[in-house]
T-cell receptor
Framework: GDSVTQMEGPVTLSEEAFLTINCTYT??????LFWYVQYPGEGLQLLLK?????DKGSNKGFEATYRKETTSFHLEKGSVQVSDSAVYFC????????????FGKGTMLLVSP | NAGVTQTPKFQVLKTGQSMTLQCAQD?????MSWYRQDPGMGLRLIHY???????DQGEVPNGYNVSRSTTEDFPLRLLSAAPSQTSVYFC?????????????FGPGTRLTVL
C-alpha cells in the first residue's frame, strides 16, 4: 500500500536558519503530494501541494518540489521564524480513487529567537 | 462559511461508556473522513464517506461506527470506549470538484478514556 516516510524530529533551529524536512513516498499510481502544518492546539492546515512530477508547491516562503525519480517531496524554507514552530506532515492522495490521505508521522519544528 | 466544525473540543470518558463525536461541514463537500492522531503515529484513517448513505472503513476502524444520513454531517460513534481510544480525533472533508483532492480539517476533539 501507499506510505509516506518523513524525517523524525524535533528539528531545532535558530531564527533565520535554513530548513529542510525530508519526505519520501511509495505509491502505486501518480499521487498528489501535500504538506500540512499543525500549530500547537490546532487542527491541520494545508501548507502547499503538488499534483504532478516536477511541480513546485509554494506558500508563506515554504517550497517543495515533486520529484518522481526519487519519490521525494522535501520541504524547504530559506529563513525560518519563531512563528514557524509547528508540526509538519507530509501526505499523499491516491488520485485514482477517493481522496483519503496517507500521512507521514510528522516532524516537529522548534525555532528559537 | 464555518468550514468543518467538530464538537466537543474535549471529552473524558470512563471505560465502557459510549459517545458520539460530531462533525459538520457547510461547503457541500461529498467526501468526509475521520482520522485519529496519536504521538509518533501521524494521522490514521478510521472511516470515510463518499456521499450520503455511503461509508467505508479505513486503516483503524475497530471500535468505531459511522453513518452519513446527510451531506453535511458525519458523526463518529464509540459504542464502548477503551483506553486505547484515547487520542485526538480530526474530521475532514473535500469536494469532488477539487482537482487535487485537498482536504479541509476541523479543529479536533481531544478524547481521554480512563
Amino acid at each position: 500500500g501507499d506510505s509516506v516516510t518523513q524525517m523524525e524530529g524535533p528539528v531545532t533551529l535558530s531564527e533565520e536558519a535554513f530548513l529542510t524536512i525530508n519526505c519520501t513516498y511509495t505509491a502505486t499510481g501518480y499521487p498528489s503530494l501535500f504538506w500540512y502544518v499543525q500549530y500547537p492546539g490546532e487542527g491541520l492546515q494545508l501548507l502547499l501541494k503538488a499534483t504532478k512530477a516536477d511541480d513546485k508547491g509554494s506558500n508563506k516562503g515554504f517550497e517543495a518540489t515533486y520529484r518522481k525519480e526519487t519519490t521525494s517531496f522535501h520541504l524547504e524554507k530559506g529563513s525560518v521564524q519563531v512563528s514557524d514552530s509547528a508540526v509538519y506532515f507530509c501526505a499523499l492522495s491516491d488520485r485514482s480513487g477517493y481522496s483519503t490521505l496517507t500521512f507521514g508521522k510528522g516532524t516537529m519544528l522548534l525555532v528559537s529567537p | 462559511n464555518a468550514g468543518v466544525t467538530q464538537t466537543p473540543k474535549f471529552q473524558v470518558l470512563k471505560t465502557g461508556q459510549s459517545m458520539t463525536l460530531q462533525c459538520a461541514q457547510d461547503m457541500n463537500h461529498e467526501y468526509m473522513s475521520w482520522y485519529r492522531q496519536d504521538p509518533g503515529m501521524g494521522l490514521r484513517l478510521i472511516h470515510y464517506s463518499v456521499g450520503a448513505g455511503i461509508t467505508d472503513q479505513g486503516e483503524v476502524p475497530n471500535g468505531y461506527n459511522v453513518s452519513r444520513s446527510t451531506t453535511e454531517d458525519f458523526p463518529l460513534r464509540l459504542l464502548s470506549a477503551a483506553p486505547s481510544q484515547t487520542s485526538v480525533y480530526f474530521c475532514a472533508s473535500s469536494g469532488q470538484s477539487l482537482s487535487y483532492n485537498e482536504q479541509f480539517f476541523g479543529p479536533g476533539t481531544r478524547l481521554t478514556v480512563l
